[in-house]
């Protein structure tokens, strides 16, 4: 069985969420500036160049008009509806060439009735202007306008997306911005990440094709192409990337989904071409894409605002490009792609040639810490009494970047004081200030809540380890792994299994409930924690009762139609409202004998709880081992 997970607080949400919301607005931002900008460019342009462009007659007012008719010095007039314009004497005419000026009068709104006639008597030429078409006029007025900041702010979009003006100039929009690393600068070594010792070891075959391409396919080994590092930020992903590049002497081409993803349709897919096209010609090499679900987010997925067209071309593109470059046998690229949420990502990512390796790259346990501490202290002076294995012990769950940060911190404390040396005291120090940043974000947990997590995993790994039908325990853990999990105890099948019966069924379901039971038995409350297990435990009855046909009150009827039918609400039309509840009631009662028996297991065996507890406090993760351990020395 997979691994049992305790759920999140909601805390973690905004930071999965965070990366969209600034893409977004991002958008919104730019769309909202480019509004105001050209609202103001077409009041501009009316003012100061269509108006002056359009009258520069003279204008009078319609009395002087009027006065001037009868005075015969008005020669011709064309009446339009609002305005009459026309040719007057000039009456401070200078020569020859300002003796007759143009001119133009507000009309009366309702018609002079008395002007033909006057017209007329003064002997002046006059016709009639048609009525000006709207289309015509507005056009000039706001399509002209709009046309050409449409124009303007393409061209600047194009070069803002080449990263400013000046360099590389309009043409070089469907560049990449990918940076390359030679690999002689690249400058880090799997001596440098500390604490994903399993991580380095999935990388291995990696640099070994990287390396030697001929002899890997030779052997036999199935050609890699691309690596999905998951994990939350900090951990080290771009790191260990890197690194993966460092040991293999190839270049490293850097980049982040979120470069790819612009207002024009087409851009980003005219980068990915050409990061490929970069990454061939330096081959072997690897190409890294930090956040990748900026673009490969799935297709199917919720509603996405604007750029959707834009995106799909730009996944596709990648899919295109990873497909087809037949990994040349001698001048391999390898494409590494970071993300901390891969349930996001479109399956066509995933399938087999593209991302089909996942590796999972957690936040450090103690040891893992203690070993990130010993890298970043290399390079600054820690006092002779400074005790790193106290500073890996106050620091769980934090990240190495957490980690990079506080040597950071204490550094700069160490100094402001003008010591010569970091002392443990600037490290605690430089800690509370790192701790308050971070509890903002809420990714710490205090100290009881640590120990709630460990008693509810230590329950999971007791309940699966005493129950005969559950899969052995192969590791129990309260480092927070991937989304929302606060913990995780890990099961491993000791064979592959395709026919369960309702024994193995209801041990499983004890497992489940067994964090749950931990809680209560010892705190004699629960917490949020537990509401996935929950769930989850909730389904497995279901299935039980309405698809496997394993109770006896409702007996051997499939109800389900379709899978999850009843959980989705949707009754169907296949049982009778009587029927409903009873497989309700069933699956009440089979969850609640589940969990009085984890708990009445935990009870028993409240000894082994709280040595097992206890180990998982200091240490954080044990392996299976120690859960027999535990139940053996109580
Ligand atoms: P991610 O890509 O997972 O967000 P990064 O690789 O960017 O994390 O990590 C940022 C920095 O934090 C690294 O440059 C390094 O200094 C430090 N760091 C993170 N994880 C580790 C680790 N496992 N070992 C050593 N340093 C680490
Ligand atoms: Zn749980």
Avoid: C
Wanted: zero cysteines; proline letters at 5%; glycine letters at 10%.
């Amino acid at each position: 069985m997979g691994p049992t997970k305790t759920p999140g607080r909601p805390g973690n949400e905004s930071n999965d969420n965070k990366g969209k919301q600034d893409l977004l607005s991002k958008q919104i931002q730019a769309a909202v500036s480019y509004l105001v900008v050209s609202l103001i460019g077409v009041w501009l342009f009316q003012q100061f160049i269509l108006q002056p462009l359009l009258i520069r007659e003279l204008a009078i007012p319609y009395s002087e008009f009027k006065s001037r008719l009868a005075a015969g010095e008005i020669v011709s007039v064309t009446l339009g509806q609002d305005r009459i314009v026309g040719r007057m004497k000039n009456p401070d005419a200078t020569g020859e060439t300002d003796a007759i000026i143009p001119f133009t009068t507000v009309a009366v709104p309702e018609g002079d009735p008395t002007l033909i006639e006057a017209l007329d008597a003064a002997g002046v030429e006059y016709s009639v202007s048609e009525p000006p078409s709207p289309v015509g006029s507005f056009l000039l007025a706001y399509g002209l306008p709009l046309a050409l900041m449409a124009g303007l702010w393409y061209a600047a979009s194009r070069q803002m997306a080449r990263g400013g003006f000046g360099a590389g100039g309009i043409m070089g929009i469907g560049k990449s911005k990918a940076t390359e690393v030679r690999p002689e600068s690249v400058g880090v070594t799997f001596q440098d990440v500390g604490g994903a010792d399993e991580a380095i070891g999935e990388l291995s075959e990696i640099i070994q094709f990287l390396k030697t391409p001929e002899q890997f396919a030779h052997l036999g080994g199935r050609i890699p192409k691309g690596v999905l590092l998951v994990g939350p930020p900090g951990t080290g992903k771009t790191l260990l990337a890197k690194a993966t590049a460092g040991e293999a002497g190839v270049p490293f081409f850097e980049t982040s989904g979120s470069e790819f993803v612009e207002m024009f349709v087409g851009v980003g897919a005219a980068r990915v071409r050409d990061l490929f096209e970069q990454a061939r010609q330096a081959a072997p090499a690897i190409i890294f894409i930090d956040e990748i679900d900026a673009i490969g987010q799935s297709r199917a997925g919720a509603v996405r605002m604007g750029g959707n067209d834009e995106r799909e071309q730009t996944l596709n593109q990648l899919l295109a490009e990873i497909d087809g470059f037949r990994t040349e046998k001698d001048r391999p690229v390898i494409i590494m792609a970071a993300t901390n949420r891969p349930e996001t990502l479109d399956p066509a990512l995933l399938r087999a040639g593209r991302f089909d390796r996942q590796i999972t790259v957690s936040a450090p346990d103690l040891a893992g810490r203690l070993q990130i501490l010993r890298i970043h202290s290399r390079a600054v002076k820690l006092t002779p009494d400074f005790d790193l294995e106290r500073a890996a012990r106050i620091t769980p769950g934090f990240s190495g970047a957490d980690l990079a940060n506080v040597v950071n911190e204490a550094a700069l404390l160490a100094a402001r004081r003008q010591a010569e040396a970091i002392s443990m005291q600037d490290f605690e120090a430089a800690l509370e200030r790192v701790v308050a940043g971070l509890e903002k974000k809420s990714r710490l947990m205090n100290e009881r809540e640590r120990t709630t997590v460990a008693y509810h995993e230590s329950g999971h790994a007791l309940v699966a380890e005493l129950l005969p039908h559950a899969d052995p325990v192969a590791k129990v853990s309260i480092v927070p792994r991937g989304r929302g999990a606060l913990g995780y105890t890990m099961q491993m099948p000791t064979e592959d299994r395709y026919l369960l019966t309702r024994e193995e069924l209801l041990d499983r379901i004890a497992v489940i409930l067994g964090g749950r039971a931990a809680e209560q038995v010892v705190r004699g409350t629960i917490s949020t924690g537990a509401s996935d297990d929950i769930q989850r435990a909730s389904e497995l009855a279901r299935r039980m009762v309405t698809e496997f046909g394993m109770s006896e009150k409702v007996g051997m009827v499939r109800y389900a139609t379709q899978q999850y039918q009843f959980l989705s609400g949707d009754t169907g039309a296949s049982a009778s409202p009587d029927t409903l509840a009873l497989i309700d009631e069933e699956v009440q009662q089979l969850i609640a004998g589940q969990y009085e028996r984890a708990q009445e297991l935990l009870r028993r065996h409240r000894g082994a709880l709280e040595i097992l507890t206890g180990k998982l406090l200091a240490t954080e993760t044990v392996d299976g081992s120690a859960v027999s351990e535990a139940l053996a020395a109580e």
